[in-house]
């Protein structure tokens, strides 16, 4: 199992959710958060003062799937995220030792 991690820009996010619907992937946790990579923010003016606005609004959005689903699921994210412009985000694959549902107490890929 591998758990998919994507920070994107906040206006994509219906469109990978669209797309992960698309080849079965129903289950995801998408949070509101904040961060800068090569980015580093930008100045804006506010009542006649300039501020750097370091941090930039973006979309987490997480989701464990069985290893034989990850590279279309990559692809996905990477297809309705991409803009061609700076920020488009990033997306980190890391490996799932073992998952549990609670309800059910099932294990492993039955579990997700």
Same mark, same amino acid.
Do not use: C, W
């Given at each position: &199992?591998?758990?998919?991690?994507?920070?994107?820009?906040?206006?994509?996010?219906?469109?990978?959710?669209?797309?992960?619907?698309?080849?079965?992937?129903?289950? &995801?946790?998408?949070?509101?958060?904040?961060?800068?990579?090569?980015?580093?923010?930008?100045?804006?003016?506010?009542?006649?003062?300039?501020?750097?606005?370091?941090?930039?609004?973006?979309?987490?959005?997480?989701?464990?799937?069985?290893?034989?689903?990850?590279?279309?699921?990559?692809?996905?994210?990477?297809?309705?995220?991409?803009?061609?412009?700076?920020?488009?985000?990033?997306?980190?694959?890391?490996?799932?030792?073992?998952?549990?549902?609670?309800?059910?107490?099932?294990?492993?890929?039955?579990?997700?």
């Amino acid at each position: &199992m591998k758990k998919i991690e994507a920070i994107i820009k906040p206006f994509k996010l219906n469109e990978v959710k669209s797309a992960l619907n698309e080849i079965g992937i129903q289950g &995801m946790t998408v949070s509101e958060v904040k961060g800068f990579g090569r980015q580093k923010g930008h100045t804006e003016i506010y009542r006649g003062s300039e501020y750097t606005v370091d941090f930039l609004p973006k979309i987490k959005i997480e989701t464990v799937l069985p290893d034989a689903l990850v590279p279309q699921a990559v692809q996905a994210i990477i297809k309705a995220a991409k803009t061609g412009k700076i920020g488009d985000g990033k997306v980190f694959v890391s490996s799932i030792d073992d998952t549990y549902r609670i309800r059910t107490e099932e294990r492993g890929d039955s579990a997700v």
